[in-house]
């Protein structure tokens, strides 16, 4: 069954709001299961993720400043679909804004869902190989600070294990690319 498709019955919706990147709404609902309540939801339109590999089997990650967070967190460059936009269009414009490079070989890795105990964003994840940096890369949005680093992929996978702080979607994306990678 494809992600996200037993909807319940919306009985009553009690507040929408509209943000930036996603919409926040509290409904009354019936589930599947004949109960009802109140719950809280994120709508988001999902997001893109790519595990950029160089030539010499380097993982290419982002050291981004998250608000939410409080501070500087390891990632793959990612970034929030527009709304119908494919996936793939999207990341393949985030990692040239967000790390100066292109990438000429692509692969689906797979796709989850991030939260969903509160939340509808799906992540699409892929692996980029074949790198080219870009002479000129698009600028990065204004809010984002962020610098590039390289991982080996025994050097991640120990980073994680000692609890650096990486994201979920990071990690979850890295285990899904294990088997691409040459250990």
Same mark, same amino acid.
Not at 23 to 28: K, L, T
């Given at each position: 069954m %494809?992600? /996200? $498709?037993e909807?319940?019955q919306?009985?009553?919706? +009690?507040?929408?709001?509209?943000g @930036?990147?996603f919409?926040? #709404?509290?409904?009354?609902l019936?589930l599947?299961n004949?109960?009802?309540?109140?719950? #809280?939801?994120? @709508?988001?339109?999902g997001?893109?993720?790519v595990?950029?590999?160089?030539?010499?089997?380097?993982?290419?990650?982002?050291?981004?400043? $998250?608000?939410a967070?409080?501070?500087?967190?390891f990632?793959f %460059?990612?970034?929030?679909?527009?709304?119908?936009e494919?996936?793939?269009?999207t990341i393949? +414009? !985030?990692i040239? #804004?967000e790390? /100066?490079? @292109?990438?000429? *070989?692509?692969?689906?890795?797979?796709?989850?869902?991030l939260? %969903? /105990?509160?939340?509808? !964003?799906?992540?699409?994840?892929?692996?980029?190989?074949d790198? !080219?940096?870009?002479?000129?890369?698009?600028?990065?949005?204004?809010?984002e600070?962020?610098e590039?680093?390289?991982?080996?992929?025994?050097?991640?996978?120990?980073?994680?294990?000692e609890?650096?702080q990486?994201?979920? *979607?990071?990690?979850?994306?890295?285990?899904?690319? @294990?088997?691409?990678?040459?250990?």
């Open positions: %494809p992600l /996200g $498709r909807l319940p919306l009985l009553k919706q +009690r507040l929408f709001y509209k @930036r990147k919409d926040f #709404e509290v409904n009354r019936r599947p004949n109960s009802e309540g109140e719950w #809280e939801c994120i @709508r988001h339109p997001g893109a993720l595990i950029p590999v160089t030539s010499e089997g380097k993982l290419l990650l982002v050291r981004q400043y $998250r608000f967070a409080q501070g500087r967190i990632e %460059p990612a970034g929030t679909l527009e709304y119908g494919d996936p793939l269009v393949q +414009r !985030e040239q #804004e790390t /100066g490079f @292109r990438a000429h *070989k692509w692969q689906k890795l797979g796709e989850f869902f939260a %969903p /105990g509160y939340s509808s !964003e799906i992540i699409y994840a892929f692996l980029a190989q790198l !080219e940096k870009l002479d000129e890369p698009p600028p990065q949005d204004a809010d600070d962020m590039t680093v390289f991982f080996t992929p025994q050097e991640l996978e120990k980073a994680i294990l609890g650096e990486v994201d979920a *979607k990071s990690i979850t994306s890295f285990f899904l690319a @294990r088997p691409f990678l040459n250990q």
